[in-house]
């Protein structure tokens, strides 16, 4: 019963490193979602998807850019590490119907150094 | 625009107190209601939902009912558990928006303590 599956689980870079978040959900669901999450400030949303090919701003897309190139998948890239972007992040799921229910993977915890 | 207010933590409970954390909404259409739990190093799960009006959703003890006329949806528990301490979010989700549907509080972090 895997749901939503995020890697890497943990991850530490060097300033200006770049790297990819993985995430896959198995209840073929149309929207995704990528948060992060930081001390008093709860869950910001980076980017989300409604669908295969689309991808659409949150809140606080600077600095980060996504894919979805296939419906279970959605890809989260930061080009040029900045230690701002210190976080744990999550990538969420729900089908299009309006009960709304998000699934959450368990959580990536990046380091910049 | 949408958005949730929540009670501000952190609150300490001695085990089998009550529990009450406020919650209050701002939404343009007619949103269904959440309680997300975060147990320490996971994500979050749904605890309980609530999709129209004067609906009370219930879980694990956790009972919150959908109160339109005071845009309200507040979480209670009548008795905590040392497992019940968490972070908890309000969240909402407006099916009027046709991109993000989804709003968050900022969490309530709860400790018991036996």
């Known amino acids: 019963n895997a749901g939503v599956t995020q890697t890497p689980k943990f991850r530490v870079l060097k300033t200006g490193q770049s790297m990819t978040l993985l995430c896959a959900q198995d209840?073929?669901?149309?929207?995704m979602y990528w948060y992060r999450q930081d001390p008093g400030m709860g869950l910001r949303l980076i980017h989300y998807s409604v669908g295969e090919g689309t991808t659409a701003k949150g809140e606080v897309p600077d600095g980060y850019n996504v894919s979805r190139l296939k419906k279970q998948n959605f890809l989260l890239g930061l080009e040029s590490a900045a230690p701002s972007q210190t976080s744990v992040y999550f990538c969420?799921?729900?089908?299009?119907?309006?009960?709304?229910?998000?699934?959450f993977g368990e959580g990536s915890r990046l380091t910049v150094l | 625009g949408d958005s949730v207010t929540q009670m501000e933590g952190p609150v300490t409970l001695s085990e089998e107190a009550f529990l009450t954390i406020n919650c209050t909404y701002t939404?343009?259409?007619?949103?269904?209601l959440f309680w997300y739990v975060q147990y320490p190093g996971e994500g979050l799960q749904l605890l309980l939902k609530?999709?129209?009006?004067?609906d009370k959703g219930s879980n694990k003890g956790f009972e919150a009912t959908y109160r339109k006329e005071t845009t309200s949806f507040h979480l209670e528990k009548g008795s905590v558990q040392v497992s019940d301490s968490a972070v908890y979010f309000c969240a909402l989700s407006d099916p009027t928006n046709t991109g993000n549907q989804f709003y968050f509080g900022t969490g309530t972090s709860l400790t018991v303590i036996p």
């Open positions: 209840m073929n669901h149309e929207y």
């Open positions: 969420a799921s729900s089908s299009h119907l309006n009960t709304g229910e998000l699934f």
């Open positions: 609530a999709t129209k009006a004067d």
């Open positions: 939404a343009t259409g007619y949103p269904s």
